[in-house]
């Protein structure tokens, strides 16, 4: 079964990085959209970027030009790199799997809203 182990969370100063991966198990990784989602406290999780198995990527438009995600199929590894990193960035981060085209937020948006979404425990994020 789907198993997704989330890392690289931290605590940052505005303006600062991080880079959180995602270990992925249990699927034919290099197949499947990835993608990373977040949870602040008190809102609904959101999706903020998507990779599809050739490398093609979708963003929210809160971090367009400040996060970027890649993957790594031979780690069955998908990274998030988030620069300038703002206040309201603080969340849990999740990554999330799917077979799906295209391989958009929009499209796992759905997939989420319909409950079919793996998660893993997630990474916190708090920037101050």
């Known amino acids: 079964h789907v198993q997704l182990v989330e890392s690289g969370g931290g605590s940052v100063q505005a303006g600062g990085s991080l880079r959180l991966s995602c270990e992925a198990s249990?699927?034919?990784?290099?197949?499947?959209?990835m993608a990373w989602f977040r949870q602040a406290p008190g809102k609904e999780r959101e999706g903020v970027a998507t990779?599809?198995?050739?490398?093609?990527?979708s963003y929210a438009d809160s971090v367009k030009g400040r996060f970027t995600i890649s993957r790594d199929n031979s780690r069955k590894t998908v990274y998030l790199r988030m620069n300038n990193l703002k206040p309201e960035d603080t969340a849990m981060y999740y990554c999330t799997a799917a077979l799906v085209h295209p391989c958009t937020i929009n499209t796992l948006r759905t997939v989420v809203a319909a409950g079919n979404a793996a998660w893993g425990q997630g990474t916190q994020v708090t920037v101050s």
């Open positions: 990779i599809n198995s050739f490398g093609g990527t």
């Open positions: 249990g699927f034919t990784y290099k197949n499947y959209c």
